[in-house]
């Protein structure tokens, strides 16, 4: 295959892949899997493994890519001729003929089956279920029914809030205290921290999109896309200013249950403050007068910043630091610190439980 040729092919199936969509969702997942109270993180001298495994964290980014890639190729295959009647669509790659459905299809499988094998063997099958079935949900649920209700946003809503899950889920895995099950990564007390996660990428979604799609609401109309920016415009206002406020008490969550620190609570808050007012202006306005672009530059914005500033803000990062580089641990604390663990470990708790017992006995 010539030079040029491989380059366009290489070039279409990354515009398949929807690539800065997948980045940020690929963000999503390695953040919920980074936020996981490891152990490790806050007592590096009471375990040979210093961390949660970067080889695991290697197969949970490109498998969640992947599944992405492939998501997001079939959404393209199956509305080829109402991509054409939008401006936002016209120009992806099966609508301009730059590959036709077949060979399409071809990408959405090889990529939907690296990925979830990926998830699979890399990482473990709690997370290659949720893979696949983010596959199924965007397009074979959410991608049909954007033509029959406008119920499909919330729909998406949920595809999106899945990845931070399959992070946590990740994580949760290499600490595992069972059997390792689905119950035990995603129903124990012990997996709150990814579903609090997994709730503020669902309610973000709504100010995002609902502000996005309100400048092009005429061609979601034209192309028979049923959304609530053309359907009811009063409650797509009215819904992207609720989910916007309930930003405030997922992140107030996090730190509730020591996902993170006290300093997250100001600084998401701050972060939060900004989209709800920008929200609140797009639900006065209805959407005229700027409010509308003023709220989706907000919730381009918001997600990133609150994303790492729980990284930041993680539970115990900075008491670890800082104790270390001031050798405010000695030998004796350290051999203490050995023995509780091992004694956790010994009995079978969770490793949220002993870091929990941990930093509340050193505050």
């Given at each position: 295959?010539?030079?040029?040729?491989?380059?366009?092919?290489?070039?279409?199936?990354?515009?398949?892949?929807?690539?800065?969509?997948?980045?940020?969702?690929?963000?999503?997942?390695?953040?919920?899997?980074?936020?996981?109270?490891?152990?490790?993180?806050?007592?590096?001298?009471?375990?040979?493994?210093?961390?949660?495994?970067?080889?695991?964290?290697?197969?949970?980014t490109a498998g969640?890519?992947?599944?992405?890639?492939?998501?997001?190729?079939?959404?393209?295959?199956?509305?080829?001729?109402?991509?054409?009647?939008?401006?936002?669509?016209?120009?992806?790659?099966?609508?301009?003929?730059?590959?036709?459905?077949?060979?399409?299809?071809?990408?959405?499988?090889?990529?939907?089956?690296?990925?979830?094998?990926?998830?699979?063997?890399?990482?473990?099958?709690?997370?290659?279920?949720?893979?696949?079935?983010?596959?199924?949900?965007?397009?074979?649920?959410?991608?049909?029914?954007?033509?029959?209700?406008?119920?499909?946003?919330?729909?998406?809503?949920?595809?999106?809030?899945?990845?931070?899950?399959?992070?946590?889920?990740?994580?949760?895995?290499?600490?595992a205290t069972g059997?390792?099950?689905?119950?035990?990564?995603?129903?124990?007390?012990?997996?709150?921290?990814?579903?609090?996660?997994?709730?503020?990428?669902?309610?973000?979604?709504?100010?995002?999109?609902?502000?996005?799609?309100?400048?092009?609401?005429?061609?979601?109309?034209?192309?028979?896309?049923?959304?609530?920016?053309?359907?009811?415009?009063?409650?797509?206002?009215?819904?992207?200013?609720?989910?916007?406020?309930?930003?405030?008490?997922?992140?107030?969550?996090?730190?509730?249950?020591?996902?993170?620190?006290?300093?997250?609570?100001?600084?998401?808050?701050?972060?939060?403050?900004?989209?709800?007012?920008?929200?609140?202006?797009?639900?006065?306005?209805?959407?005229?007068?700027?409010?509308?672009?003023?709220l989706f530059w907000?919730?381009?914005?918001?997600?990133?910043?609150?994303?790492?500033?729980?990284?930041?803000?993680?539970?115990?990062?900075?008491?670890?630091?800082?104790?270390?580089?001031?050798?405010?641990?000695?030998?004796?604390?350290?051999?203490?610190?050995?023995?509780?663990?091992?004694?956790?470990?010994?009995?079978?708790?969770?490793?949220?439980?002993?870091?929990?017992?941990?930093?509340?006995?050193?505050?």
């Amino acid at each position: 295959m010539p030079a040029a040729s491989l380059r366009r092919l290489l070039t279409t199936c990354l515009s398949l892949s929807k690539p800065r969509l997948s980045f940020l969702i690929v963000l999503t997942t390695a953040t919920a899997y980074s936020l996981y109270p490891v152990p490790a993180l806050l007592l590096p001298t009471t375990t040979t493994s210093p961390s949660l495994s970067a080889l695991t964290l290697v197969f949970l980014t490109a498998g969640t890519a992947l599944c992405c890639s492939s998501a997001n190729a079939l959404n393209m295959l199956l509305e080829p001729q109402h991509d054409a009647k939008m401006s936002r669509t016209r120009n992806r790659p099966i609508v301009r003929g730059l590959i036709g459905k077949q060979g399409a299809l071809v990408f959405a499988a090889v990529a939907g089956a690296l990925g979830i094998g990926s998830l699979w063997f890399g990482v473990n099958p709690t997370v290659a279920f949720l893979g696949g079935l983010n596959i199924f949900l965007y397009a074979g649920v959410y991608t049909p029914m954007k033509r029959i209700s406008v119920l499909n946003t919330w729909v998406g809503a949920v595809v999106g809030g899945i990845p931070p899950l399959m992070g946590w889920a990740a994580a949760a895995g290499q600490s595992a205290t069972g059997s390792g099950e689905w119950k035990e990564l995603l129903l124990s007390e012990e997996s709150i921290g990814g579903w609090l996660l997994a709730g503020l990428l669902f309610a973000w979604q709504f100010p995002h999109f609902n502000s996005l799609s309100w400048p092009i609401r005429e061609e979601y109309k034209n192309a028979g896309y049923r959304m609530l920016v053309w359907t009811n415009a009063r409650m797509n206002g009215r819904v992207a200013l609720r989910y916007a406020i309930l930003c405030f008490p997922i992140c107030a969550g996090l730190w509730w249950f020591q996902i993170t620190d006290q300093g997250f609570l100001v600084t998401s808050s701050v972060v939060n403050a900004w989209m709800v007012r920008e929200a609140w202006d797009f639900w006065r306005k209805e959407g005229h007068k700027g409010s509308a672009r003023g709220l989706f530059w907000a919730s381009v914005w918001h997600l990133p910043v609150v994303m790492v500033l729980a990284m930041v803000h993680k539970k115990g990062l900075w008491e670890g630091i800082w104790k270390r580089l001031n050798g405010e641990i000695d030998e004796d604390e350290d051999a203490w610190m050995e023995d509780e663990v091992a004694q956790a470990r010994e009995s079978n708790r969770h490793p949220l439980h002993v870091v929990r017992d941990l930093t509340s006995a050193n505050t």
